[in-house]
C-alpha cells in the first residue's frame, strides 16, 4: 500500500491513503520524511510469524 504525507499539522502528519482515505498520524512516525513524500506500506507474513512464535515461546516459559 503506497501513502501519502499530505501535510503537517502540529503534532500530526495527515496522510493519504491509496483509497482516498486521509489519517492523522503522529508526526514522529515521519520525522525523515517532508509533505508530498510517498512511502511503501506492506505486511511481512514471514516476520509476523517470526514474532507471534517468539512471544509464544516466552508466553510458555513465564507459565509453567
Given at each position: 500500500m503506497k501513502i501519502i504525507i499530505d501535510?503537517?499539522?502540529g503534532e500530526y502528519a495527515?496522510?493519504?491513503?491509496?483509497d482516498g482515505n486521509t489519517?492523522?498520524?503522529p508526526?514522529?512516525?515521519?520525522?525523515c520524511c517532508?509533505?508530498?513524500d510517498v512511502l511503501t506500506l506492506e505486511f511481512d507474513e514471514e516476520e509476523?510469524?517470526?514474532r507471534r512464535e517468539s512471544v509464544k515461546?516466552?508466553?510458555d516459559k513465564l507459565f509453567k
Open positions: 501535510r503537517f499539522e495527515v496522510i493519504e491513503a491509496e489519517y492523522n498520524v508526526k514522529g512516525l515521519f520525522h517532508s509533505e508530498g509476523t510469524k517470526k515461546g516466552l508466553m
